[in-house]
Each structure stands twice: as structure tokens, then as C-alpha cells.
């Protein structure tokens, strides 16, 4: 279901990409009726590439690159782009989109004077930024719940701060933090994205029989986690304890009174959830629902709820009479979870935070080493929710989904190139963009996410397309013209190295405005213009000096293992064509 939806949420990039390829393919058809030899004017420059290239053939293997990228950007840095480690993952790009959320939360059981008096401190603080243009507040919600309520901060555009010199929209939102703490008496949680709403970033959950010992355990986690470099507004689902009076039906005592302890909650009610007495019409005309209950202060007194009256039905006849709660039922007061969650049955109790200056999945490992740490009662289980849930679940439907198009892509070009091995060695050039992806995103501090992703999706076929340029080429200098398969592969290099520049340095050219973003909500673009230009760069070089090599060790098995097997390989010379009758191909797209 999750390749899906993926497949789903990736169809308005997929399909304008497919239109696009297949125009140019038809035009391309077109235009090859035009033909002529460039091999004749070829500068002096890629005619002494071509010998470079002919000493780089003699790398024989892939295992000797690793080698090269710590020789040339020294060990740490080479180490780094060649281990996606390095890299730390998210499930979205962290964006500026000039708005900043604060939600509230009070001590469970606070009035609504105490949150508008805190929910008035903290816009009051957010008048004080230069940033800020206005506030909007909203107290309370449907459940009627009046301890939580919510501060929206519009700022000034990304351009018009960044021209400034104004601080950002993290930096807006960790200084919030910090005057927010000096404040007191309420906890502040700051997002700076609306696309989990509410929903905190990271979200590991503890599940159990016991509400209290879970939520034992996770107190006592809670501190280090919240000293987690990178960990903000951590806290717990449960929002802390508040007051609770527990009330203990002696069931003998009221099954012989003809009390049941339905009927005990049943007169319970009206008292706490009131109950509606009627409507009233207000001076404006508009009709409004009366509900009854007790006044706050008997509501919590242990004295009121113990004479509570009970109706006692009357046996035989007699008339119904009344009992004081407190003749049939023990009535205690002491702490209680204000929020009590299930999962599956279990009980959950969630330890969540969000994440401000690391990566997600170098905060979410710090703290899963505290857990690991820190023995769990027996009965008690850890599961991950939140983005790490929802990344594990896309991220394995994407590389599934480009898996599928590898093979996909093996496929055709099988087909294409009548072949089992020649596109393996077209393949070998899809992870070399890989290295230059991974480096270009620890250059420049990004992640990997959702977007960079979709641009190693959409490196697989322009890499491909280049070996592709190289290999065809390469094999019709060695079955039509009888050139030897070292010379075909070194003119191949240097005749077909100005169509890849141009597609190379177009999609560079082209990306560029994205990989900048310097536009209002651009940041969430950024990382598949990043990702896109290092692959491009990096899988350019490396498949001028890889493919050839590998696709010379697979011409090498194939002869091989054709000799021990007894069947002949076509070589050179089989389809040569007389000097002066063959067309030459133009060295283009």
C-alpha cells in the first residue's frame, strides 16, 4: 500500500518527466538524417584526453576508488563521501516559510484566566521581535479543553530578512525557547513547519499493562533526553499529573440497598459532566444550551463529593429515599495522569521532542542509546512513532519503487543491446552518482530526505543515458569498423565527452536556481537541486574512467568462459564495412 501511495504522491513528477523524455526521443529520431565525420575535427585537448583516458583504463577494478577520494580530499573527508553515515537522514528538508507556531500548555487542571494570562505574556514577547509583523491566538479546542492554546507568528519575508541581517525562522524560534523558559508557569513548543501540525518530530513509544510504572520509566528517561544535543521542547503525552478524587463503591453494602455502581457513576455525573437543563434565548436573539453542574470549588472538595446524595429505591412499595455517597463508597484524593492513551489495547505513554540544528537521525540515535542504556520493567516495549515511523515506511517504498526501475532498466536495455552483460556495465554507472550525491549534501549541510531522494530518482536516467552514449558508441566503432575494443572505448571517450559535457553542465545550469533557493518556501527544494548537481558532476568523471573499465572486465569474461565453453564471441573485424561506404553517425544527442 505505501509503494502506492508513494507512487501516488510522485505521479505529477513522473509523468510531465516522461512526456518531456519521450518528445525529445521522437524529435531526436528526426533529426539523425543529418550525418557527418567529427572524428576529423577533433581539438588537440580531447585528442590528449583520449591518452589520459587509455592510462585510466588501466584501473581494473571499482575497489581502487575508495583509495582515490582519500588521497585526493584526505581520509576523514573521503571517508565521508564514500559512507552514507556521514549523512544524516530526515523526513522532510527543514524550510523558512516566514511563520513561526507556539503551542501552549499550561499545568493540567489551570483555568482560563491562567492560559489567556500566559497565552498574553508570550505574544506580548513575540510583539518585542523585529522580525514579527503580527500574532493570532487561539485558546482552548473542541474537547473544551482550556490548558493548551496556540500563538501564530507571521514574519517578515526570507528575502526581505536575509537583506537585513534578521534572523531566520530557527533562529526566531530557539530564541522563543529560551525568553519563553525565563517566563514560567507554561511550556512552549515551537515549530517552524506545518507539516506535521502539532505533531512533535520525534516520538518514541512506551507501551505496557501499568499506566504508572510507564510512566515511571519515562520520567525518568525525560532528563536526558532533554540534555540530547539538538533535543527541544521534549516532554512527555501525558502532560504531567493532576488531582483526582477515586471513589471505592462498597459493592456488598449497595447490592443490599439495591444500589449498583452504574447508578453510583450515573449520580456522579451531573455533578462533574453536568447535565443540560433547558435552553435560554440571549438579549441578541440566539438560543444557547443550559448545562447544570457543580461550581469548580465543590468540585474539588472532598467534603462535597462525600455527602453527595444518593437516591435508595424504595423495596415494596416504600418511597425512594436518599444516602450520602459517603455510607457506600470510600472516597480518596490524590494524583492521577491527566491523559491516559491506548495503542493495540496497550497502554501508551509517548516521550517526544523536535529537532533544532542536527539531523534527525543523529538526534534519534543519541537518544535511542539512552533507552538501550536504561533498563525497562518487565512488560514495557519501545516503538518508534511520528517522522521516524512515517520516513521508515516511505523511504523503503522509494528504494523499492527504484529497485522496480533498475530492473526495469536491465530489461530494455537487454533488449536494446542484444546483450546479458553490456548493461551491467551501463548499471555500474547508476551508484557512482551516489558519491557525489552523499558529498554534496555533507558539503553543504543538508540531509537526506523525501526531496533528495526524488533527484537520485531522477539522476538514475541521466546517468544511464551517459553510458549509454559511451557504450553504443564503443561498440559500433568495434562491430562495424573492426576497431579493437581498448582504441573503441578511448574514441568513444573523447567522441562522445562533448554530448555529455553539454547534458552535464545543461542540467547543472538548470538546477542551479533550485540548489540556491534563495526564494520565499524555496528551502524545501533546495536538497533535490543539491543532490542532483554533485550526482551529475561526479557520475560525469567517474563513468569516463568506470564503465569502460567494467565493461572491458565483462568482455573479458565473456571471452573467457566463451573459450572453456566452446562457443565463439564475435570480436573485431566480423562486420567491418569497406573505408569510404559507411556513414559516420553524428557525435551529438
Not at 114 to 126: F, G, H, N, P, Q
Not at 276 to 302: N, Q, S, Y
Amino acid at each position: 500500500m505505501m509503494i502506492l501511495a508513494v507512487g501516488v504522491f510522485f505521479a505529477a513528477f513522473s509523468l510531465p518527466i516522461s512526456g518531456v523524455v519521450g518528445f525529445a526521443v521522437a524529435m531526436g529520431l528526426v533529426l539523425l538524417g543529418v550525418w557527418f565525420d567529427t572524428r576529423k575535427s577533433l581539438p588537440l585537448v580531447v585528442r590528449a584526453g583520449a591518452g589520459v583516458l587509455f592510462l585510466v583504463l588501466g584501473v581494473v577494478s571499482i575497489g581502487a576508488l575508495p583509495s582515490l577520494a582519500q588521497s585526493l580530499l584526505g581520509v576523514e573527508r573521503g571517508k565521508a563521501l564514500l559512507d552514507i553515515r556521514k549523512v544524516g537522514t530526515s523526513f522532510f528538508p527543514g524550510e523558512d516559510n516566514s511563520e513561526i507556531n507556539v503551542k501552549i500548555e499550561t499545568p493540567p487542571g489551570s483555568n482560563l484566566d491562567y492560559m489567556r494570562l500566559k497565552v498574553t505574556e508570550a505574544v506580548r514577547l513575540a510583539k518585542t521581535y523585529p522580525e514579527a509583523v503580527f500574532t493570532f491566538t487561539t485558546i482552548g479546542g473542541a474537547s473544551g479543553a482550556v490548558d493548551a492554546g496556540n500563538v501564530y507568528v507571521k514574519l517578515l519575508p526570507k528575502t526581505e530578512r536575509k537583506s537585513k541581517g534578521m534572523r531566520s525562522a530557527d533562529e526566531v524560534a530557539a530564541r522563543f525557547r529560551v525568553d519563553m523558559a525565563r517566563i514560567g508557569g507554561a511550556v512552549a513548543s515551537v515549530y517552524t513547519n506545518d507539516f506535521n501540525g502539532d505533531q512533535k518530530q520525534i516520538q518514541l513509544q512506551l507501551r505496557g499493562n501499568d499506566a504508572r510504572t510507564l510512566q515511571a520509566y519515562a520520567e525518568q528517561v525525560l532528563p536526558r533526553v532533554a540534555a540530547v544535543p539538538g533535543a527541544v521542547d521534549v516532554s512527555l503525552s501525558t502532560k504531567g499529573q493532576k488531582p483526582e478524587l477515586t471513589v471505592q463503591v462498597d459493592r456488598g453494602l449497595a447490592s443490599s440497598l439495591g444500589v449498583s455502581v452504574g447508578s453510583v457513576a450515573q449520580s456522579l455525573r451531573p455533578a462533574f459532566a453536568g447535565v443540560e437543563a433547558g435552553d435560554w434565548v440571549d438579549p441578541m436573539g440566539e438560543t444557547r444550551k443550559v448545562r447544570v453542574r457543580f461550581i469548580p470549588e465543590a468540585r474539588e472538595r472532598l467534603v462535597d463529593l462525600t455527602n453527595l446524595p444518593l437516591v435508595i429505591p424504595g423495596r415494596n412499595g416504600a418511597p425512594s429515599t436518599t444516602l450520602p455517597l459517603g455510607q457506600i463508597a470510600k472516597v480518596e484524593q490524590g494524583l492521577g495522569p491527566s491523559i491516559i492513551s491506548h495503542l493495540d489495547r496497550d497502554k501508551l505513554v509517548t516521550v517526544q521532542a523536535n529537532v533544532a540544528g542536527r539531523p534527525n537521525s543523529d538526534v534519534l540515535g543519541d537518544i535511542n542509546r539512552i533507552f538501550a542504556e536504561t533498563p525497562m520493567p518487565p512488560g514495557v516495549q519501545l516503538s518508534q512513532g511520528g517522522d521516524t515511523e512515517n520516513q521508515a515506511k516511505v523511504f523503503g517504498s522509494i528504494f523499492a519503487a527504484l529497485g522496480i526501475a533498475i530492473v526495469l532498466m536491465y530489461m530494455i536495455l537487454v533488449l536494446q543491446f542484444g546483450s546479458f552483460l553490456d548493461p551491467i556495465a551501463i548499471l555500474v554507472s547508476l551508484p557512482l552518482s551516489l558519491v557525489g550525491v552523499f558529498g554534496a549534501l555533507a558539503i553543504t549541510g543538508m540531509t537526506i530526505n523525501l526531496m533528495s531522494l526524488i533527484g537520485v530518482i531522477l539522476l538514475a536516467g541521466i546517468v544511464a543515458k551517459n553510458a549509454i552514449l559511451l557504450i553504443d558508441f564503443a561498440k559500433w566503432q568495434r562491430e562495424e569498423a573492426g576497431v579493437p575494443l581498448r582504441t573503441a572505448l578511448i574514441e568513444a571517450g573523447a567522441i562522445r565527452l562533448r554530448p555529455i559535457l553539454m547534458t552535464t553542465f545543461a542540467l547543472v545550469a538548470g538546477m542551479l536556481p533550485i540548489a540556491l533557493g534563495s526564494g520565499e518556501g524555496a528551502d524545501f527544494r533546495k536538497p533535490l537541486g543539491v543532490a542532483v548537481i554533485g550526482g551529475v558532476i561526479t557520475s560525469t568523471i567517474l563513468t569516463l574512467i568506470v564503465v569502460p573499465t567494467i565493461y572491458e572486465i565483462l568482455d573479458s569474461v565473456r571471452a573467457f568462459f566463451g573459450r572453456r565453453l566452446g562457443f565463439s564471441t564475435p570480436m573485431t573485424g566480423e562486420h567491418q564495412i569497406p573505408t569510404g561506404l559507411a556513414p559516420q553517425p553524428v557525435m551529438g544527442d
